[in-house]
């Protein structure tokens, strides 16, 4: 899991072997996973400027994503009381 420093996406996971990129926004805990993602494509989300911008014009109805997945979460890190 790797935590970004962005208003839109909380942290993202990438399995290189299956090309698999989850997504977990900081509107919710739900992550979204997008299937065949390039390695090159992922390491271009954790080190862009803008995480969100880079989503939107790179990642966003670019690959494939399934139903919607609830997995253990990351939100708990950025929470404020």
């Known amino acids: 899991m790797i935590y970004l420093n962005s208003d839109a996406i909380s942290c993202v996971d990438y399995d290189s072997?299956?090309?698999?990129?989850?997504?977990?926004?900081?509107?919710?805990?739900?992550?979204y996973s997008f299937y065949g993602v390039p390695a090159p494509v992922f390491y271009g989300l954790i080190s862009?400027?803008?995480?969100?911008?880079?989503?939107?014009?790179?990642?966003?109805?670019?690959?494939?994503?399934?139903?919607?997945?609830?997995?253990?979460?990351?939100r708990a890190r950025f929470a404020t009381s």
């Open 17 to 31: 072997w299956s090309q698999v990129l989850s997504i977990q926004f900081t509107s919710g805990v739900i992550f």
């Open 48 to 74: 862009a400027h803008s995480a969100g911008k880079y989503h939107n014009q790179y990642i966003r109805g670019c690959y494939r994503r399934p139903a919607l997945e609830k997995l253990p979460g990351c």
